[in-house]
């Protein structure tokens, strides 16, 4: 009897500690996010970045000859779905790690999973300043944060004499960080924000922000949101006479920016948080542009497929670090030791407290011919 009960205890420990363990022959990543609804090509373009790296690393043969796979669940920006696809890649998929899951909402409702479970997770797409502040010990950033991009926009801003700003926001937490970064930047500046606006993102009705903005008439808005809301809100404040400055964060996404605006999408600003993906200037993009052609993604170099290809190799090096037979400890530790890690032009920290990545963020512009400019 007694041999018995060890036979079974042996056999349930090795269950329950299977997922901490890369399976034999590949790595299994996971990862919920848009591939449908309003950031489906966002979402699709994070993701096509990650299988160009995965896909030219296999063809060469992985790591320690293990293939990476990258398991995607759609939850078309849906908090409820993100959940749910959360518990289906751990408790079903028995995904090894996290990677590049999707929202500031999305990926607060589900961190507490993540960090129960003791998951390595990296490059969630979200520059949340409140999620980062919660410093999860298996959590790696790789984007800099919503606090970085709208330092950087305000301190431009205000460069040029602009210092009457508003803010349109999205209204969840997304937004709502957002406009905390700006709040946070003006006071280091003894300025306040003129007017704020907000929307319901499943409603994107946009009005009520162009009246309580537009009567400010503010020199310049800084606009947390996605690209249909903010191109229905520059299309109204420049119909009501409003010829202020417009400045977005990242997340807007240019190319899906562009598409929905046409040529009126020229002089908006937008804060980006890798490098220019068209110029070979920088060691990273030049690698990412050298890709053979059967594993350039379809969209092409665009800002979210190269933050994207960043990810899985920041990922990929973390596996190496982490030797031939990887844990879940193992990865997290190694991603740890990545200090001042030089990624080609592109550097991250995991050194410090809140393993923040990246800080990196410049300001470009759509110019008068639909083209990005620096």
Known sequence: MISLLKK?????????????????????????????????????????GM??????????????????????????????????????????????ALLGMFGSANYGAVLPLINERAVPSLAPY??????????????????????????????QLTTLGINRIAVFYQDDAFGKSGLAGVERALARRNLKVVATGAFDKAKNDVRDAVKAIGAADPQGVVMVSTY????????????????????????????????????????????????????????????????PAEFMPKSGPTYTVLEGYIAAKVMAEGLRQAGPNPTREK?????????????????IDYGKAGRLGSRFVEVTIVGSAGRLLR
């Not at 010990?137 to 970085?148: H, I, M, V």
């Open 8 to 48: 079974v205890f042996v056999t349930l420990l090795l269950a329950a500690s299977a997922h901490a363990l890369a399976q034999t022959g590949v790595v299994r990543l996971g990862q919920s996010l848009p591939l449908s609804g309003p950031l489906a090509e966002l979402g699709s373009e994070y993701r096509e």
């Open 51 to 96: 299988l160009a790296y995965f896909n030219a690393l296999n063809a060469r043969g992985g790591i320690y000859g293990r293939k990476i796979e990258l398991l995607t669940l759609d939850d078309a920006y849906v908090v409820e779905r993100t959940v749910e696809n959360t518990r289906k890649l751990l408790d079903q998929e028995d995904v090894f």
């Open 126 to 155: 979200t520059g949340s300043d409140e999620l980062r502040a919660q410093k999860s010990p298996t959590t790696f950033w790789l984007r800099a944060s919503y606090g970085d991009e709208t330092e950087k926009i305000v301190d």
């Open 228 to 291: 249909k809301p903010t191109a229905a809100f520059v299309r109204e404040m420049r119909q009501a006479g409003k010829m202020t400055q417009f400045f977005a964060l990242s997340v807007v996404g240019y190319k899906a920016l562009q598409a929905e605006m046409g040529a009126s999408a020229a002089g908006i600003a937008i804060a980006q948080v890798v490098p220019y993906p068209w110029s070979s200037a920088v060691p990273v993009v030049r690698e990412f542009q050298s890709l």
């Open 331 to 347: 990865l997290v530790i190694a991603l740890a030791g990545l200090r001042s890690h030089d990624l080609g032009g592109f550097t």
